[in-house]
Nanobody, 115 residues
Framework: QVQLVESGGGLVQAGGSLRLSCAASGSIFSINAMGWYRQAPGKQRELVAVITSGGIRNYADSVKGRFTISRDNAKNTVYLQMNSLKPEDTAVYYC?????????WGQGTQVTVSS
């Protein structure tokens, strides 16, 4: 089992920045993928960004150039630096850990961007 604890959400004005963190604990395999998804009210959960333990990154088109995902393998922590935030980025952001067919989710952290 892998447990994920997120932090860093909050309220910010459009154009501002936030940094999300997600710390993983438990039975962590060294080769894995960690990422961030988000779900806005009335919408499906969508991928924001993912990074593998080898450093390969993938971003949703809507956040490319604005968001940066990074990780510290020694701390089993993944980060999401969000710049130039827009009201449409408002959502609950969920951390995800994946190893093979196994995946775990964090409890979610609210990000609200005011116009």
């Amino acid at each position: 089992q892998v447990q994920l604890v997120e932090s860093g959400g909050g309220l910010v004005q459009a154009g501002g920045s936030l940094r999300l963190s997600c710390a993983a604990s438990g039975s962590i395999f060294s080769i894995n993928a960690m990422g961030w998804y988000r779900q806005a009210p009335g919408k499906q959960r969508e991928l924001v960004a993912v990074i593998t333990s080898g450093g390969i990154r993938n971003y949703a088109d809507s956040v490319k150039g604005r968001f940066t995902i990074s990780r510290d393998n020694a701390k089993n922590t993944v980060y999401l630096q969000m710049n130039s935030l827009k009201p449409e980025d408002t959502a609950v952001y969920y951390c995800n850990y994946r190893y093979g067919a196994y995946e775990s989710w964090g409890q979610g952290t609210q990000v609200t961007v005011s116009s």
